[in-house]
Nanobody
């Protein structure tokens, strides 16, 4: 059973930064792509960023490009989402998800394991 745990969310002022972590047990991410998604109240879940199994390929939603960075530390069994220049519209519950293969996808129905989510609130 794969268990993903997100952390690092919180309340921050606009323009501030947060780093989200998605932790798993040993080798959770070793051969799998990973994605970050978010869901704001009253909205559908949307893709934020994805990273391939070796970290050599990444993809970002246009709304976060240049502000967010996805990375992974295989030794620590953790995937990160560094979020800078945060805006009120970034407010959402953020989820990490593991893909069933080595690549990522912007489609949430591709992923078969999800974390419980961490709340990010950006005040204006």
């Amino acid at each position: 059973q794969v268990h993903l745990v997100e952390s690092g969310g919180g309340l921050v002022q606009a323009g501030g930064s947060l780093r989200l972590s998605c932790a798993g047990l040993e080798r959770t991410f070793s051969n799998y792509g990973t994605g970050w998604f978010r869901q704001a109240p009253g909205k559908e879940r949307e893709f934020v960023a994805g990273i391939s199994w070796r970290g050599g390929s990444t993809l970002y939603a246009e709304s976060v490009k240049g502000r967010f960075t996805i990375s992974r530390d295989i030794a620590e069994n953790t995937v990160y989402l560094q979020m800078n220049s945060l805006k009120p519209e970034d407010t959402a519950v953020y989820y990490c998800a593991r893909a069933p293969n080595k690549d990522y996808s912007a489609r949430d129905d591709v992923y078969n394991y999800w974390g419980q989510g961490t709340q990010v609130t950006v005040s204006s």
